[in-house]
């Protein structure tokens, strides 16, 4: 079992529309969660990081965290052309008495104008 | 602030010859990742140093590929003999100590193995 899976789409979605983006973990103790994104040919940026249960958002994105399920979602209301991109899940777990960060292999939005 | 520097930004040998990556951090950040990534794949951590000591390197193929960090600054990352499968985006990125998850990643070493 991977660490971290993702469906590697693509997903597409209609401009306007909500993007709805899913991720499971494996590790139970897994710390902290992460949304990045990252355009073709481009390195992949932070956009959202949760900690708690519940949802958090920041401005049209919000991020949701189930601990109990293992799971972690990405909302993208309204979604906009210039959101097309590969979005990367990335889990922080300690272990060896340092702190890593794991990342899934990521899901390819098309938002269709 | 300067971000995450990367040199070279794209590289073409042939198998079996030798590469080098370089990366600066951000100044003040103690720690530094090598992450391969592989097209239509995440990004795969090869190494991770805090300052300059190797905190964690278990998916570092250690016949072929070797790194270092110098006074836990810069650092760089060698390939040799090269092989076919190591084609891929070579990205390193940074973090303060304590915050690992706010990486900040450089625009990444493309290498072509032909």
């Known amino acids: 079992q991977k660490e971290v899976e993702q469906n590697s789409g693509p997903l597409s979605v209609p401009e306007g529309a909500i993007a709805s983006l899913n991720c499971t973990y494996s590790?139970?103790?897994?710390?902290?969660f992460f949304w990045y994104r990252q355009y073709s040919g481009k390195s992949p940026e932070l956009i959202m990081f949760?900690?708690?249960?519940g949802d958090k958002e920041d401005g049209r994105f919000t991020a949701q965290l189930n601990k109990a399920s293992q799971y972690v979602s990405l909302l993208i209301r309204d979604s906009q052309p210039s959101d097309s991109a590969t979005y990367l899940c990335a889990v922080k777990r300690v272990g060896g008495g340092y702190q890593k960060v794991t990342f899934g292999t990521g899901t390819k939005l098309q938002v269709i104008p | 602030e300067a971000g995450v520097a990367q040199s070279p930004r794209y590289k073409i040998i042939e198998k079996r010859q030798s590469v080098a990556f370089w990366c600066n951090p951000i100044?003040?950040?103690?720690?530094l990742y090598w992450y391969q990534q592989i097209l239509g794949q995440g990004p795969k951590l090869l190494i991770q140093f805090q300052n300059n000591g190797v905190v964690d390197d278990s998916q570092l193929p250690k016949d072929r590929f070797s790194a270092e960090r110098l006074k836990g600054v810069d650092s760089t990352l060698k390939i040799q003999p090269a092989k076919l499968e190591d084609s891929a985006v070579y990205l390193c990125?940074?973090?303060?100590?304590?915050?690992?998850?706010?990486?900040?990643f450089g625009s990444g070493t493309q290498l072509s193995v032909l």
């Open positions: 990125a940074s973090s303060l100590q304590g915050a690992p998850e706010k990486l900040f």
């Open positions: 100044s003040g950040h103690a720690t």
């Open positions: 590790d139970r103790g897994s710390q902290s």
């Open positions: 949760i900690y708690s249960n």
